[in-house]
């Protein structure tokens, strides 16, 4: 089983529409949708969902009115400010779900008792079928945090799922940026394709996304998106990338085929025999290739 998974340095790449199309073309294939803040992969694979979990990336604090004797020690204790007075109530405090960061404190130290102190509900993961094979997502609740976490639980429930199917691959939609997601989707991950775009903004996140993958010593390959906007910048960009060490895989012209696709929730090799689509195939020969390539090479 090869997991291989794609990232980018920013949003707006084509990123899920190029995992898309991956996941079409590759052999008994599992997905795994690990950008849990903006999940979209689901719009275009259609999944059934079989299983619904919710997920806990932490605990939260919450004053049990009947216990309490408002002595405010919570509300001394709390660095976070999060214990809120309320005046000519009772009890006379009450905990701020949203600036509660979960560290416990007013709960270990409460003299009566009063402060339960229980996971608290952060979004919902799924394990889903589509027409390719099985898929693991998820969706984090709003102003949630702990992404870090749910993408870690995706990720290994994909695999175990791999496994257990003797899957051939594990396909996995990163997040964008370099942040917390991101270095939750790379650890341990067998490759990463980077996708990017010739532009300013393209050129500089792909500068800091390499970094990211070069520091945690994971093969990375690079996919040049809308390549035939900026030729210059395209060109530019690829060194970038060959002086870091990173091979380029390919290049995907620019398509209006592929808004198209995404309405008809369709991946694009399967939409459209136009060029696009060919370009989008010779990514994923090249790339397996390569990987080939490095394995044998591994093995001598």
């Given at each position: 089983m090869i997991e291989i998974t794609v990232?980018?340095?920013?949003?707006?790449?084509?990123?899920?529409s190029l995992v898309a199309s991956l996941t079409s073309l590759a052999p008994k294939p599992a997905v795994a949708d690990c950008d849990v803040d903006a999940a979209d992969l689901h719009l275009v694979l259609d999944p059934q969902v079989k299983e619904s979990h919710d997920f806990s990336g932490g605990k939260l604090a919450e004053i049990i009115p009947a216990k309490c004797n408002s002595c405010g020690k919570c509300y001394e204790l709390c660095r976070f400010g999060a214990v809120i007075k309320n005046e000519?109530?009772?009890?006379?405090?009450?905990?701020?779900?949203?600036s509660c960061e979960g560290c416990g404190v007013?709960?270990?130290?409460?003299?009566?008792?009063a402060i339960a102190f229980e996971p608290a509900i952060n979004g919902q993961w799924y394990i889903s079928e589509t027409r390719y094979g099985p898929m693991v997502h998820a969706k984090l609740g709003i102003a949630e945090e702990n992404s870090g976490k749910l993408v870690a639980l995706v990720r290994d429930q994909a695999k175990k799922i791999a496994e257990n199917k003797n899957l051939s691959y594990v396909i996995v939609d990163g997040p964008p940026g370099i942040g917390c997601p991101v270095i939750a989707s790379v650890t341990g991950t067998d490759y990463v394709l980077i996708v990017t775009e010739p532009t300013l903004s393209g050129e500089h996140d792909l500068a800091r996304v390499m970094e990211l993958v070069n520091y945690f010593k994971i093969p990375a390959f690079l996919c040049l998106n809308k390549h035939d906007i900026n030729p210059a910048m395209s060109d530019k960009i690829e060194n970038l990338a060959l002086n870091a060490g990173i091979k380029v895989v390919g290049r995907i012209r620019y398509d209006r085929a592929v808004t198209e696709a995404q309405i008809k929730k369709l991946p694009l090799v399967e939409f459209t025999d136009a060029p696009v689509a060919t370009d989008l195939k010779n990514v994923w020969n090249t790339l397996i290739h390569e990987i080939n390539l490095l394995q044998k090479g591994s093995h001598n």
């Open positions: 990232i980018s340095g920013k949003g707006g790449t084509g990123k899920t000519n109530k009772k009890p006379a405090y009450a905990i701020d779900p949203i007013c709960s270990y130290f409460c003299p009566e008792k």
